[in-house]
């Protein structure tokens, strides 16, 4: 390399350092103007969501696997308590939370869903009969 090359690359260098300081210093009060947050931002959005309209598909992608999660959880639970498999207390506990989640769900949001109102049913009464006879 010559004298010539590593002078212009360290003016590069020095240039890119100040600018990186002249950014970091500048936010003007009355326009509060700071280049960071705008990097920042921009970076963000490329890094997970482009728009407010993705990240509201994302969340309603979500809730519909939340959904679909408990309502599997719940018919599959039910089916294996009418086949005489036996559950731990700790199973127990779960479905009994997932039901109540889902039942407060479709609550909130005007669902009505007939099969899963009658499995939950059906678990809460063997639950509280299991409890009677201490088969828990």
């Known amino acids: 390399m010559s004298l010539q090359e590593i002078i212009k690359v360290g003016n590069l260098a020095g240039g890119t350092i100040m600018l990186i300081l002249l ?4 936010q003007i009060s009355p ?8 990097i920042f931002r921009w970076l963000g959005r490329k890094l997970n969501c ?20 408990h309502r599997q959880g ?3 639970f039910a089916r294996e308590c009418r086949a005489e498999i036996i559950h731990s207390s700790d199973e127990w506990g779960n479905i009994l939370t997932m039901a109540a989640n889902y039942e407060a769900y ?7 869903n007939g099969v899963i109102r009658a499995d939950i ?3 809460r009464n063997l639950y509280q009969e299991l409890s009677r006879e201490h088969r828990l």
């Open 74 to 76: 719940i018919l599959r």
């Open 31 to 38: 326009l509060r103007l700071n280049p960071w947050d705008r």
């Open 106 to 112: 479709c609550h909130k949001n005007g669902i009505v």
């Open 50 to 69: 482009e728009t407010d309209a993705e990240l509201i598909g994302l969340r309603e992608q979500l809730q519909d696997l939340w959904i679909d999660s």
């Open 23 to 26: 950014m970091s210093l500048i």
């Open 121 to 123: 049913e059906f678990i």
